[in-house]
T-cell receptor, first 122, second 116 residues
Framework: GAVVSQHPSRVICKSGTSVKIECRSLDFQATTMFWYRQFPKQSLMLMATSNEGSKATYEQGVEKDKFLINHASLTLSTLTVTSAHPEDSSFYIC??????????????????FGPGTRLTVL | AQKITQTQPGMFVQEKEAVTLDCTYDTSDPSYGLFWYKQPSSGEMIFLIYQGSYDQQNATEGRYSLNFQKARKSANLVISASQLGDSAMYFCAMREDSGGYQKVTFGTGTKLQVIP
């Protein structure tokens, strides 16, 4: 299947610092990537949709000035958490939209997820 | 209203037995897609199976099958011959394509534990 990487996998930072998380599609080009956050024992919540070459689309309640998203190329999207605070501590997961050919040649429009980044803000 | 509902917070199944994880959805879009993902304790999200709203047949991928009942708006995941490695969180998700803008909504998940 398609491979998506995330870096770093884990980061601990002091309150007030900024943290950049990279999401890369390794073996395919992704015009659309998504950023999610997941609190412990909860589901994934979509933060924003990142489109290559254009501004990201943020979900309601997500501060675009705090969570900066850049989709500079067809294989890379970055999420920068600016002036991080303890309440920003979470598991951040990116995904890349991909079309895969399944059984019988059927095309499936799906998302492949990165391994996630655990952010802890002290 | 919840777009994706998973009513089983936790499930147990005996190894080698089959198990069904429930998922119901709510949408007014005629075109949508339904997904199941597995999330082991490591945190990664693993794509399992997909069902398109216009697909006539239920999707199958190895030991995974999706019981799609469109009129009931349900998309249950069936895992046959459970293995210990199947123990994980399972999320049902729906993609809606509204005016070219794709959005995927996840359910709250079901924690499956396979008992030896």
């Amino acid at each position: 299947g398609a491979v998506v990487s995330q870096h770093p996998s884990r980061v601990i930072c002091k309150s007030g610092t900024s943290v950049k998380i990279e999401c890369r599609s390794l073996d395919f080009q992704a015009t659309t990537m998504f950023w999610y956050r997941q609190f412990p024992k909860q589901s994934l919540m979509l933060m924003a949709t990142s489109n290559e070459g254009s501004k990201a689309t943020y979900e309601q309640g997500v501060e675009k000035d705090k969570f900066l998203i850049n989709h500079a190329s067809l294989t890379l999207s970055t999420l920068t958490v600016t002036s991080a605070h303890p309440e920003d501590s979470s598991f951040y997961i990116c995904s890349a939209r991909a079309f895969i050919i399944g059984h019988g040649g059927r095309s499936t429009d799906t998302q492949y997820f990165g391994p996630g980044t655990r952010l802890t803000v002290l | 209203a919840q777009k994706i509902t998973q009513t089983q917070p936790g499930m147990f199944v005996q190894e080698k037995e089959a198990v069904t994880l429930d998922c119901t959805y709510d949408t007014s879009d005629p075109s949508y897609g339904l997904f199941w993902y597995k999330q082991p304790s490591s945190g990664e999200m693993i794509f399992l199976i997909y069902q398109g709203s216009y697909d006539q047949q239920n999707a199958t991928e190895g030991r995974y099958s999706l019981n799609f009942q469109k009129a009931r708006k349900s998309a249950n995941l069936v895992i046959s011959a459970s293995q210990l490695g199947d123990s994980a969180m399972y999320f049902c998700a729906m993609r809606e394509d509204s005016g070219g803008y794709q959005k995927v909504t996840f359910g709250t998940g079901t924690k499956l534990q396979v008992i030896p």
